[in-house]
């Protein structure tokens, strides 16, 4: 899906189609955040300034880049995912057996329709983790793209614990969605924490 070209990805999402949707969406906007991070430490590197901070800022260049690497495919895992939930609500129900096979397919789906955005989830924390230790190092000129970065990146957030929260509601199995969503909400309230931290820092950059 992501190989699309720009156009014909923006119209996907405006579809009447299940897929690509909210969660998609989100993964897409975390891969953005991810990479104007990403830029932001490479145009940090060789200034003056940081001198003493060059070996920080290439273990994080390295260490985002593996995590966009890592974002990248979320948007089409989660369509995947929720493509199965929407096969599975498709099934026959005419018989009692069908009725039961056709259940037990939906609360499967459900399952990894939970689990993929909250992979999307803990993968934005740990990108904002990885930038928290050179956004010191950020100069006033791109202060700008740091905070567009990590807007971004909670948006991801947002819409991936939207997803999860959602997902998490039509699951039967109550003890594993209740769990799932106590683990969203301690990564959800990390991520604003780390967001609002860049915001307050650009606050002073700009004051």
């Keep these: ?8 990805l923006v119209e996907s999402l405006a ?3 299940p897929t690509p949707g909210g969660g998609a ?5 975390g891969s953005l955040g991810t990479a104007l991070f990403l830029m932001v430490v490479r145009f940090s590197q060789g ?3 940081n001198v003493d901070r060059e070996g920080d800022l290439a273990d994080v260049e390295q260490v985002l880049g593996d995590h966009l690497e890592r974002l990248n495919p979320m948007a089409e895992r989660d369509c995947k995912s929720f493509d ?9 129900k005419d018989t009692d057996g069908e009725k039961e096979l056709r259940q037990k397919a939906i609360q499967e789906a459900l399952v990894g329709a939970m689990v993929v955005p909250e992979e999307t989830l803990c993968m934005v924390r740990d ?3 990885a930038m928290d230790r050179v956004s010191d190092c950020v100069g006033k000129a791109i202060v700008s793209d740091l905070a567009s970065g990590a807007s971004l990146l909670l948006a991801s957030a947002e819409g991936a614990f939207l997803n999860v929260r959602i997902n998490a509601a039509f699951l039967a199995n109550r003890e594993l969605a209740d769990s799932t969503m106590e683990r969203a909400r301690h990564v959800q309230a990390e991520i ?3 967001q609002q931290k860049i915001a307050d820092q650009v606050e002073r950059a700009l004051a």
Aim: hydrophobic share 55%; net charge positive.
């Design 15 to 17: 579809a009447k189609t």
């Design 127 to 129: 990108v904002f983790v």
């Design 192 to 194: 604003q924490r780390h």
């Design 25 to 29: 969406a989100a993964a897409m906007a």
């Design 84 to 92: 199965l939930v929407s096969a599975a609500y498709g099934m026959k």
């Design 47 to 49: 200034k003056k300034a």
């Design 1 to 8: 899906m992501i190989q699309q070209p720009f156009e014909k």
